[in-house]
């Protein structure tokens, strides 16, 4: 499940992890909801399907919102699990597998280990402090797995959520009892480039705050 708006300088990339995964062939279905872009990234996304590597399914979603857009993707997917990647993440070739590995543990849903896309110190000691986080204060957040069926049973997202509305879908699991995990084991790497948006590296200090805002329930409907 990848919602994309504007992002064809990326989704390439992250297509193309789907595509490698270790996996028998036919299992894997592509969704990528284009929401609301300009930059051809639905086009993208169409081409790299019909190269035939691929399954991919483009859900035209022209309302802005990510809660909103991965939402409609779901309606639209015909698996039966569900892994949401950003448009610049990429999964670790064996993710697919190591999902479905958790499953047979007895884990419906789980967070995924998010690493940085970039050889860069502080960048990637940024993700690796914030999954220091969620092991240490068994925080399950960011991109994660599920069931469609747990997905659809409990509502999916919050539309109204600009940041969080991963963690917030998966305590309202973790508070029905659902056995959530935390697959630590294999990893999606992801873009840093909010990292940079500010000079002086200042934005590893906002990212942070916010993201730990949103943890504790404030500004997750601010603009993010």
Not at 3 to 30: I, K, T, W
Not at 58 to 76: F, I, M, N, W
Not at 106 to 126: E, H, K, N, Q, S
Not at 166 to 189: K, Q, Y
């Given at each position: ?34 929401n ?8 993208l ?38 892994i ?5 993440s ?45 092991r ?8 994660f ?80």
């Amino acid at each position: 499940m990848i919602p994309a708006r504007n992002e064809a300088g990326y989704l390439r990339g992250a297509l193309a992890s789907v595509a490698a995964q270790r996996c028998p062939a036919g299992l894997l279905e592509a969704v990528v909801v284009d929401n609301g872009s300009v930059d051809g990234t639905g086009a993208l996304a169409r081409a790299f399907g019909d190269d035939g590597g691929l399954p991919v399914r483009v859900v035209d979603e022209p309302t802005p919102g990510l809660a909103r857009a991965k939402t409609s993707g779901v309606r639209q997917a015909r698996g039966r699990w569900l892994i949401f990647l950003d448009a610049d993440s990429r999964l670790a070739p064996d993710l697919t597998a190591r999902v479905l590995r958790r499953v047979a543990e007895g884990y419906p849903a789980g967070c995924i280990t998010v690493v940085a896309d970039t050889d860069d110190w502080l960048d990637r000691g940024f993700f690796g402090l914030m999954e220091f986080g969620k092991r240490l204060f068994h925080i399950h957040a960011q991109m994660f797995y599920c069931s469609r069926d747990l997905f659809e049973r409990f509502g999916g997202f919050d539309p109204a959520l600009r940041l969080a509305e991963d963690s917030e879908f998966l305590r309202r699991l973790e508070r029905a009892g659902v056995p959530v995990c935390h697959v630590t084991e294999s990893w999606i790497a992801t873009s840093p480039r909010r990292l940079h948006s500010l000079p002086l590296r200042l934005a590893l200090v906002t990212t942070l705050v916010r993201w730990a805002l949103a943890h504790a329930g404030i500004g997750r409907r601010w603009r993010y």
